[in-house]
């Protein structure tokens, strides 16, 4: 069964930094582009950020450019967001995902596999 595995949510105040992981076993990673969506509470899933392939691509939310960054390291397995200046609007669960194939996408159901998420709270 593929897993995807997200870590580093946390309590943070407005302003702070923070790195989400996601890594995967038994899933062939490197020739697929990788996503972050979030949800907050009373709302639908919505995309983040997104990274094909080779890392070469990337697309953002508006709400999020400029402060966020989505990386990968496929030797590891893992893809990383940065999130820097955080806002209280940020707080959600943030969840990783896979697409079957190599191209960006923004809209979940064109990713084939989801990891459990990770909360992030952004609060004074």
């Known amino acids: 069964q593929v897993q995807l595995v997200e870590s580093g949510g946390g309590l943070m105040q407005p302003g702070d930094s923070l790195r989400l992981s996601c890594t995967t076993s038994r899933l062939t990673f490197s020739s697929r582009a990788m996503g972050w969506f979030r949800q907050a509470p009373g709302k ?24 966020f960054t989505i990386f990968r390291d496929n030797a590891k397995n893992t893809v990383y ?42 609060s004074s």
């Open 44 to 67: 639908e899933r919505e995309f983040v950020a997104a990274i094909n392939w080779n890392g070469d691509s990337t697309n953002y939310a508006d709400s999020v450019k400029g402060r």
């Open 81 to 122: 967001l940065r999130m820097n200046s955080l806002k209280p609007e940020d707080t959600a669960v943030y969840y990783c995902a896979a697409r079957p194939g190599s191209d960006i996408a923004t809209i979940p159901r064109n990713y084939a596999y989801w990891g459990q998420g990770t909360q992030v709270t952004v």
